[in-house]
């Protein structure tokens, strides 16, 4: 089981801007060769946050190996074309690293701050990753087409963050090269039958996303690392035993969120591993 880093950039107190922090977190899990960094996406829901496409973007030039990823897009916020452009663009700046974490959004602030329609957005999501496809292509949608990017036809990797609901899990393993389980909102037991139907579908790798992971005696705390149903906020002990059942639960990779304010934990946390 590979172990990637998510990123969710806050403003830091001090000297630290969050370009050099965000720079520092890359090199370092590249170092100490966790398999990626990943950035979530949040747009109205009281808080400073960024666009997580121009984060990776800072991201790419400073790393080599990693794979960078959205863990998740939420894919009805923007236009489809549009966002098919950026996504190419920055899979040509990354190399081809790039893998996409979309999905529908849960949060309905983000959609209100956009005038994004809350209620369609399954419907949507499955729409708009069509279109993409096909603007990736070269072929014409709405007007003249979009001209692809040698190389970039097929667009990125993506990995579709959904529960684990037979039709969500089917379209993962059938369209997209993955699917991506919440560590907020899935337990274990609901994350090793969703692997299953998976493997069942035709499906390849699974993702485990945004494990909160605080292995300090003094962890901070918030109401939605105490919702979270699988997390790492504990002694190193518990995390690695909580890791082992990740792993046995069938999952590829697990993401964990790691304080930003404080990279330092990183190459401990990296050494909990299975099998490290």
């Given amino acids: 089981m590979r172990l990637g880093i998510v990123a969710a950039p806050r403003p ?49 030039p400073v790393t080599r190996k990693i794979e ?28 081809g690293r790039l893998r996409l974490g979309v999905g529908a ?16 957005r399954f419907k949507a999501l499955r729409k ?18 979009l001209t692809p990017w040698p190389g970039h036809e097929q667009g990125p990797q993506m990995f579709l963050g959904a529960w684990h609901s037979p039709r969500w899990v089917d379209y993962a393993a059938r369209q997209c090269q993955g699917w991506m389980a919440s560590g907020i909102y899935s337990t274990i037991d609901a994350v090793g039958e969703g692997v299953a139907n998976f493997h069942a579908a035709g499906g390849k790798r699974v993702i485990l996303a945004n494990v909160f992971t605080d292995l300090r005696p003094q962890a901070v705390r918030h109401p939605l690392i105490e919702r979270a149903k699988i997390n790492l906020v504990c002694d190193p002990g518990e995390a690695r035993e909580r890791l082992a059942r990740i792993a046995d639960s069938g999952v590829d ?23 490290a």
């Fill in 128 to 145: 708009n990753l069509e279109i993409m496809r096909q603007a990736w292509r070269g072929e014409a949608v709405f007007g003249p087409a």
């Fill in 12 to 60: 830091l107190e001090g000297a630290t801007s969050v370009a050099a922090r965000l720079g520092e977190v890359g090199r370092l899990a590249e170092a100490l060769d966790y398999g990626g960094l990943w950035i979530t996406d949040s747009l109205g829901r009281g808080m400073a946050s960024l666009d997580p496409l121009l984060l990776l973007a800072a991201v790419a």
């Fill in 105 to 120: 959004g849960s949060t309905e602030a983000d959609f209100l701050a956009v005038e994004a329609d809350y209620q369609g």
């Fill in 253 to 275: 990779d697990v993401l964990l969120i790691c304080p930003f304010a404080d990279p330092g934990p990183l190459e401990q946390v990296r050494d909990l591993a299975p099998g």
């Fill in 68 to 95: 960078l990823g959205t863990c998740v897009l939420q894919i009805p916020l923007r236009h489809p074309v549009e966002l098919a452009q950026r996504v190419m663009s920055l899979d040509v700046l990354a190399e």
